[in-house]
Structure formats: structure tokens, C-alpha cells
């Protein structure tokens, strides 16, 4: 959060930060929030339990947290980033990266560069067909908003059964449903209902989803892209945390371009060892149930997609790659089209008011 602070009043980012509490409420297991009460103070961590609204139970508070509009903040360190020079290109997919000497050529949409030093922050790396794709694991997640009391709460809740949320204006955004990719059914109808149970909404403004990837330890892959590379680099794996864990990649990845060591490059690195086979075996066994079940199939590795009618698009289970009604990429790691056959017998009573 510190570092969050001293980056947004340096460059001047107007990005409404604000110092809130995070809350962590549950509605049936208050055993677990005291125990993650002693693991916080063992930590030297601001936690404390105090009453929420939304529960009976106490609810675990660590203060001096922080949040602020993502969007405004990224705007805002772009035009940063292109005042001191920087040169940043958009609507540009990338479609290959390979070698060329001693440098990368990465080819994009609309033309191809050189580059000594790459670094793949596209959510799941582009190009892996093994060492990810085994390690990975994507995870959707369903957001709403909708009208509610201004200012109708202060601070941020994370539900441990129950939906996340926090006030925006006169606005609640309420996030939840976390469903394994492709797995999803009647997801909006679900966190609305347990929304409603809790809070005071008035009507729906808009809906979304999105994924993460998760580590089989849950720590995120920050390092090189393959093990003993120099030059290519990913920060990857952020379990719903990659606001967060964006300022640890923003400290190591510098340091191992640089050829520098970094105190905690060993602790993020993607080739750790530990935890690993386990999930690398689940998500073999997705992908090989997977690639024997019918059609479209997922441009990147050949995975089965299923029809996601929450949302009108067609969702990889394996990766998490992402296609509309016409088989166009919205998500990668795929970046080539999919034959999707006869879309309007799925579509039909599918949700079709938004894209993701
Ligand atoms: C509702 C919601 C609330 C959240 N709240 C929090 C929070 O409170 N705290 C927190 O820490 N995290 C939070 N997160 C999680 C956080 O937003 C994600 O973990 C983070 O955005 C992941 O960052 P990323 O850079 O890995 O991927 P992304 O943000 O998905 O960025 C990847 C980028 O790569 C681009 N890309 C992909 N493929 C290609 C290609 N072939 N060519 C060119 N570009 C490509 C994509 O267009 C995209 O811009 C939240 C997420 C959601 C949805
Ligand atoms: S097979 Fe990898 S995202 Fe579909």
C-alpha cells in the first residue's frame, strides 16, 4: 500500500485513493477469521475483529488499507509513461514471439519489432504449451452493480462464503460466484440473490465477469518465462490479487532485466519447487477430459470450449481463453480465431446485454 502512496503522489495520479479498512466476513465459520486473527498479529499485521452489518458474526478489519478507481489509475500512469517517452501501442495482438539472434521479433497485428528483452503480462503467458499450461489454473469470478444508498458502506468486504463488495459513489459493486472456467450456471441470478439477502440494492446498472489464474501454492509466478532464460520475462498467477501483487513484479522484474538479484526473486520465481505435481496432475486430467469431448475446440491447445450462457461467449476450461458468438478472441492465451457451428441453438435464453 505504501509504495501504492508514494507512486500515485509522485507522478500526481488522480485516481481517488482512499485509506479504508478490508473486512473479512463469514456467515458460518467464525473460528476461522480468530485464527487468521492470530496468524494477522503474529504477522504484526492492523487486524482486528469488529461488527459488520452484513454478518452475525465478527468480522476480521485490517486497517490503513487502501483503494482506488483502476482505471483512472492506469490512464493516468500511461500518459505518465508516454510523457517521460515512452512509446505505447493499443489494439495491437500479439501473434508470435520468436528468435531472431539475439533478440526477440514479436509479431503483432499490426506489424512486427525487435525487442531485447520481452515481458509477458497477458494474464496467462502467450506461447506456453507446456510449463504454464500445467501450472495454472483459471478461475471466473462474476461482478455486478447496482444502485444503492451513497457511501452506503465504508471500506472494502471480502465474503469467505458470501459475495465481496464495496460502495462506489452511489453505487454497490458486488463481486462473487467464483466458478471454475466453463463451469459457470445462472452465475448473475446467484450473486444477486445472496446480494439481496445481505444489502440494500436498488437496480442492476451493469454486470461482467472476468478470470484469474491460480498457483498450485497461491503465490504468483514472477520471473523468467522458461528456467534459465534472461530475456523473457512473466508475472502471472495472481489469484485475484494482481492489483496488488502488480507492485511486487514492478519490483523484481527490474532488478532481473537489470541482471541484478532481487530478496524476494527466489520466493515468486515460476520454477520453484513445491506443490506443483498435484495441480500439474488436475490439470492434465482437465485438459485430457477435455480434448476427448466435442467441439468447438480452443485455438491454443485444442481444449473443448463450453458455452458459457451467462454471457453469450465460449470459455476454455483448461487455460481460460475467451471467444464470442463468432469465434473472435476476447481472451487469450489464444490468439487465433475458433469455428464455432451453429451458435443460435446455444444462444438461445442466453444472456446477450454485455460482453466481459
Ligand atoms: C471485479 C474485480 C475486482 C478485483 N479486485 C482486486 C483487488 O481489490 N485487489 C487486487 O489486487 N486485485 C483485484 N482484482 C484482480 C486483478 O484485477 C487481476 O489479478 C489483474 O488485473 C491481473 O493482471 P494481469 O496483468 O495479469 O492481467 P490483465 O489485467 O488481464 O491484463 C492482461 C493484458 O494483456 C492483454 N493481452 C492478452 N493477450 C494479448 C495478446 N495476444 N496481445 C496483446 N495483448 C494481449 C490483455 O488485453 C490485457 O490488457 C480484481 C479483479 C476483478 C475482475
Ligand atoms: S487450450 Fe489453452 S486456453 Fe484453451
Redesign the pocket.
Known amino acids: 500500500m505504501g509504495a501504492y502512496r508514494e507512486l500515485v503522489a509522485e507522478l500526481d495520479l488522480r485516481c481517488r485513493l482512499e485509506t479504508r479498512s478490508a473486512y473479512v466476513y463469514t456467515d458460518d465459520d467464525p473460528e476461522s477469521l480468530e485464527a487468521e486473527l492470530d496468524a494477522a498479529l503474529d504477522l504484526g499485521l492492523p487486524a482486528v475483529l469488529e461488527p459488520v452489518p452484513t454478518s452475525s458474526h465478527l468480522a476480521l478489519a485490517f486497517r490503513d488499507q487502501a483503494q482506488f478507481h483502476p482505471r483512472e489509475f492506469l490512464l493516468g500512469l500511461a500518459g505518465k509513461f508516454v510523457e517521460a517517452g515512452g512509446l505505447l501501442v493499443e489494439n ?3 501473434t508470435e514471439i520468436e528468435q531472431d539472434g539475439g533478440r526477440s521479433r514479436v509479431e503483432t497485428s499490426l506489424g512486427s519489432f525487435h525487442a531485447e528483452n520481452v515481458v509477458l ?3 496467462f503467458p ?1 506461447f506456453d504449451r507446456s510449463l504454464f499450461s500445467l501450472r495454472l489454473k483459471p478461475v471466473q ?1 462474476f ?1 455486478m452493480a447496482f444502485q444503492g444508498p451513497r457511501g452506503q458502506f465504508e471500506g ?1 468486504f471480502i465474503g469467505t462464503n458470501g459475495p465481496s463488495f464495496r460502495s462506489h459513489g452511489d453505487l454497490l459493486v458486488v ?1 462473487g460466484e467464483s466458478e471454475e472456467m466453463g463451469h459457470a450456471d445462472n452465475a448473475y441470478e446467484k450473486l444477486e440473490r445472496q446480494a439481496r439477502e445481505r444489502l440494500v440494492l436498488g437496480d442492476e446498472v451493469a454486470r461482467w465477469s ?1 478470470h ?1 489464474l491460480v498457483t498450485p501454492d497461491g503465490v504468483p509466478f514472477i520471473g523468467t518465462f522458461r528456467p534459465g532464460s534472461s530475456h523473457r520475462f512473466t ?2 498467477g ?1 489469484g ?7 507492485m511486487v513484479a514492478s519490483c523484481i522484474l527490474p532488478d532481473l532485466i537489470a541482471d541484478r538479484e532481487h530478496p524476494w526473486a527466489e520466493l515468486y520465481s515460476p520454477w520453484r519447487s513445491g506443490g506443483v505435481v498435484r495441480q500439474a496432475a488436475e490439470q492434465a486430467a482437465t485438459a485430457v477430459q477435455h480434448l476427448v469431448r466435442g467441439k468447438p475446440r480452443c485455438s491454443h491447445m485444442g481444449c473443448a470450449l463450453s458455452f458459457n450462457r451467462d454471457d453469450a461467449t465460449w470459455d476454455c476450461p483448461c487455460h481460460g481463453s475467451r471467444f464470442d458468438v463468432e469465434g473472435r478472441v476476447l481472451w ?1 492465451p489464444a ?1 487465433e480465431p475458433v469455428e464455432v457451428e451453429g451458435p443460435e441453438g446455444e444462444l438461445e435464453g442466453a444472456e446477450t446485454r454485455g460482453t466481459p
Open positions: 495491437a495482438r500479439v503480462a497477458t494474464l502467450l469470478h461482478g472494502m463481486v472476468a484469474d508475472a502471472t495472481f485475484g490479487w494482481g492489483i496488488t501483487s502488480a487469450g490468439v
